[in-house]
């Protein structure tokens, strides 16, 4: 007695016929997710309280500083005086937001299917990076915008003082994504290294905080080529390095100028140099964690 033939039932199944969207834009989809992301859209109304308190306090401090410079004309703080001043915000807001990016990937199981793509396993990465470079930048340098419009609209110079305040704005904005990138770059590696958010977060806090107490131990030893190099010790006091090198006057007083430059001494190169170094070293490292996530 034969059996009974197999039955394919037609259940409504159709080919996808739509249209095809190629890697670039597969990219731009994880980066504006990131990005919206970071900022709690998208999201409950409770992850949108933290980012937004500190892009309420950077806003308020950028306002204040121009309400006062109006009033008494003369500079509070320059623009990149202003991303010096809020780094300590910066470490918390990164240490919440890198988490977000990609811990709760890890933690969920979902990256099997963004790899089931055709996603190259670096995109996936690096999109997270540029979302949380470009936050940050904005989280920087929106508010020095705030203080440019309050310093051009209260000039007494007219155009050409509206001119000078933007030759001294794009150094900050540059400085800032100065500090954006390596902020950026080293929050997301650690916060890859583990699907729990708590740990992430105070990892990335760790890193940036108790190697704070390194800098100043090597600023008291007897050596001075050691005190000048002191400031490689600490992500942050390295980025300040670099900006008292390149900025000069635009980032310290006249009369603390012989004083910050004698911080670094003539080691302003070494200091570019070891921003560069860092930045690659974190970038080559995620890059390689997600080749191993990819592969389990």
């Known amino acids: 007695m034969s059996e009974p033939a197999g039955v394919i039932h037609d259940i409504g199944y159709q080919r996808y016929t739509g249209p095809r969207?190629?890697?670039?834009?597969?990219?731009?989809?994880l980066y504006l997710h990131g990005l919206r992301t970071v900022f709690g859209f998208g999201r409950s109304a409770k992850a949108k309280i933290f980012p937004w308190l500190v892009v309420g306090i950077v806003t308020v401090v950028?306002?204040?500083?121009?309400?006062?410079?109006?009033?008494?004309?003369?500079v509070v703080m320059t623009y990149a005086q202003f991303a010096d001043n809020m780094s300590w915000l910066v470490?918390?807001?990164v240490a919440v937001a890198a988490p977000e990016l990609v811990s709760r990937d890890l933690r969920s199981g979902v990256l099997p299917l963004y790899f089931s793509r055709p996603l190259p396993r670096s995109d996936y990465p690096l999109a997270k990076l540029l979302?949380?470079?470009?936050?940050?930048?904005?989280?920087?340098?929106?508010?020095?915008?705030?203080?440019?419009?309050?310093?051009?609209f209260t000039t007494k110079d007219g155009m050409r003082g509206v001119w000078n305040e933007l030759l001294d704005l794009l150094p900050g904005l540059?400085?800032?994504?100065?500090?954006?990138?390596?902020?950026?770059?080293?929050?997301?590696?650690?916060?890859s290294l583990t699907g729990?958010?708590?740990?992430?977060?105070?990892?990335?806090?760790a890193v940036f905080l108790m190697t704070t107490p390194i800098v100043g131990v090597l600023s008291i030893m007897p050596s001075r080529a050691v005190n000048e190099l002191a400031f490689l010790a600490s992500p942050s006091t390295l980025v300040q390095g670099v900006g008292v090198w390149s900025l000069g006057d635009l980032l310290i007083t006249d009369d603390a100028?012989?004083?910050?430059?004698?911080?670094?001494?003539?080691f302003g190169p070494v200091y570019a140099l070891a921003a560069v170094l860092l930045v690659a070293a974190c970038v080559t490292?995620?890059?390689a964690r997600y080749r191993k996530v990819a592969t389990r």
């Open 285 to 287: 490292l995620l890059l």
């Open 196 to 205: 729990k958010r708590a740990f992430a977060a105070g990892g990335i806090v």
């Open 257 to 266: 100028a012989e004083a910050a430059g004698s911080l670094i001494g003539d």
């Open 131 to 152: 979302a949380l470079v470009t936050a940050l930048w904005l989280l920087l340098g929106g508010p020095q915008l705030v203080m440019f419009l309050g310093a051009a």
């Open 91 to 93: 470490i918390f807001f």
């Open 62 to 74: 950028a306002a204040g500083a121009a309400a006062v410079r109006s009033q008494i004309g003369e």
């Open 21 to 29: 969207l190629s890697r670039g834009a597969v990219f731009g989809a």
């Open 174 to 191: 540059l400085y800032a994504g100065l500090w954006a990138v390596v902020f950026a770059s080293i929050g997301l590696l650690v916060a």
